[in-house]
């Protein structure tokens, strides 16, 4: 069964830094590309980055310079590092497959002003 369970969401000032993770499991994972997408409230989905198999990193310009997408293969593990964080950025964080929707319950991350 395929699982991914994001962590790592809080709440920060306006400029402040979070660390997200997403943990998978039931899938082989080193050879799958993972997206990082995100809702804000009452708003749809909204993609922020893609990291390839091969490590290859996409970045939606809305936050390109500002968050770095990587991964530990060994550990099955995602991350995304999000510096100067903005008001804007609050949203509900997903990771998954590409090609997939988000299978799990996201990691709440809010900024305030």
């Known amino acids: 069964q395929v699982q991914l369970v994001e962590s790592g969401g809080g709440l920060v000032n306006t400029g402040g830094s979070l660390r997200l993770s997403c943990t998978a499991s039931?899938?082989?994972?080193?050879?799958?590309?993972i997206n990082w997408v995100r809702q804000a409230p009452e708003k749809g989905f909204e993609w922020v980055s893609t990291?390839?198999?091969?490590?290859?990193?996409n970045y939606a310009d809305y936050v390109k310079g500002r968050f770095t997408v990587s991964r530990n293969n060994a550990e099955n593990t995602l991350y995304l590092q999000m510096e100067n964080l903005q008001p804007e950025d609050t949203a509900v964080y997903y990771c998954?497959?590409?090609?997939?929707?988000?299978r799990g319950q996201g990691t709440q991350v809010t900024v305030s002003s």
């Open positions: 998954a497959k590409a090609g997939d929707v988000p």
């Open positions: 990291v390839s198999s091969d490590g290859t990193t």
């Open positions: 039931g899938f082989n994972f080193r050879f799958y590309t």
